[in-house]
């Protein structure tokens, strides 16, 4: 068998709507217990499947909003980060709007949406407010580069 | 080589996207290739398969990489199973943590193919000397 990247993406599309929809799941559940770990957890871990599968196939707008989620949950994990309502409203939104991007991947004619850099630039925030409490940012996404210029995913 | 002489991977990841690049990335080398979806079903497969290699995941629920290779380790039937870790770019402590769980090796998502292949001959022992 060799790389057969029509037979990945339909396994990514699928992959993705079961881990957007457990994380939504999750965040519903961690409005109500704040100081889940478990939850937390189940959330980091469908941030960084999402954000390794869309690396994989180098769709990497996706990867790298998925990266900034995954690098939030890290420190709500760490205990740096604390589940307010606030934050847990700011993931949802980039869940949705994942949801939103995930079916458009491949579509060469598709615009960066609006809401990305935004929410790219809250998600950093959030982290760059807890910097010296916890591990280092990720790098700030290449990927806020290549957002910016409508590059990125293939 | 024969079906019988086929080496046996067992692959353990919770993403079948990933899952499925690492059988395309493997499946010409005429491996035997078997899967599972946690470090739990990994582990009882890999008892109950006896794989010749493992490839394991890190983040993965129920049980992560590195207690599952903690795990096989700790086993009679499975200890001595070479494992390589599949871990993210960046994971320093995750890539120190996959050692001190008892790794042979690692490989860094997203996976090269050359690399994958090298190091997993190489924990096959399928390198001679002509090569």
Redesign the interface.
């Known amino acids: 068998?060799?790389?057969?990247r029509d037979?990945?993406v339909k396994?990514?599309m699928?992959?993705s709507e079961e881990n957007l929809s457990t994380m939504e799941d999750a965040l519903t559940l961690l409005e109500t217990y704040p100081e889940d770990e478990e939850t937390i957890r189940?959330i980091?871990?469908g941030a960084?499947?999402l954000?390794?599968?869309a690396?994989?196939?180098e769709f990497m707008e996706l990867s790298e909003l998925a990266h900034a989620v995954e690098d939030v949950l890290d420190r709500m994990r760490k205990q740096v980060l604390h589940a307010t309502p606030e934050l847990i409203s700011l993931i949802l939104r980039a869940v949705d709007l994942m949801r939103q991007m995930v079916p458009t991947v491949t579509d060469k004619q598709r615009q960066v949406p609006s809401e990305l850099v935004r929410l790219m630039a809250d998600l950093a925030r959030r982290c760059s407010s807890s910097a010296g409490a916890g591990p280092t940012p990720?790098p700030a996404p290449d990927g806020a580069g290549a957002i910016a210029k409508g590059h990125g995913g293939r | 080589m024969s079906v019988k002489n086929r080496k046996k991977i067992l692959l353990v990841d919770?993403?079948?996207?990933?899952l499925?690049?690492t059988?395309?990335?493997l499946?010409?080398e005429n491996y035997e290739l078997i899967t599972a979806r946690d470090g739990v079903e990994g582990f009882h497969k890999a008892q109950d398969e006896i794989p010749d290699l493992i490839l394991l995941d890190v983040?993965?629920?129920n049980m992560d990489g590195i207690e599952t290779c903690k795990v096989l380790r700790a086993c009679k039937k499975t200890e001595g199973i070479p494992v390589i870790m599949i871990t993210?770019r960046?994971g320093v402590a995750s890539l120190e943590a996959s050692y001190a769980s008892g790794c042979n090796d690692y490989v860094i998502?997203?996976?090269d193919s050359g690399e994958l292949l090298a190091k997993v001959k190489n924990c096959l022992g399928e390198w001679n000397a002509e090569e």
């Open positions: 068998m060799k790389i057969d037979t990945l396994a990514f699928a992959d189940v980091f871990r960084h499947t954000k390794g599968n690396s994989l196939l990720a | 919770d993403s079948s996207t990933s499925l690049m059988c395309m990335l499946s010409e983040v993965m629920p993210s960046g998502k997203p996976i």
